[in-house]
């Protein structure tokens, strides 16, 4: 299961990289798969919108009402 729950995400964090899913199939490639693994887990998501969406973390400011 969480095999599968990895498959999942992977392909959303490649997004909040501003990366194509597909990049997760560097995952196949012995010894890619824990330096791909590695990268996704340090590297910061971009800033703002990207291509595939609005910015997860950016929370529309509702106290300031």
């Given at each position: ?21 597909w ?22 998501g ?20």
């Amino acid at each position: 299961q969480s095999h599968r729950r990895q498959t999942q995400n992977a392909p959303r964090r490649c997004h909040d990289l501003n990366k194509t899913g597909w990049l997760v199939l560097v995952g196949l490639v012995p010894y890619m798969d824990a330096v791909f693994s590695i990268c996704m887990l340090f590297m910061p998501g971009t800033k703002g919108k990207n291509e595939y969406g609005d910015d997860p973390l950016e929370r529309p400011d509702t106290w300031d009402k």
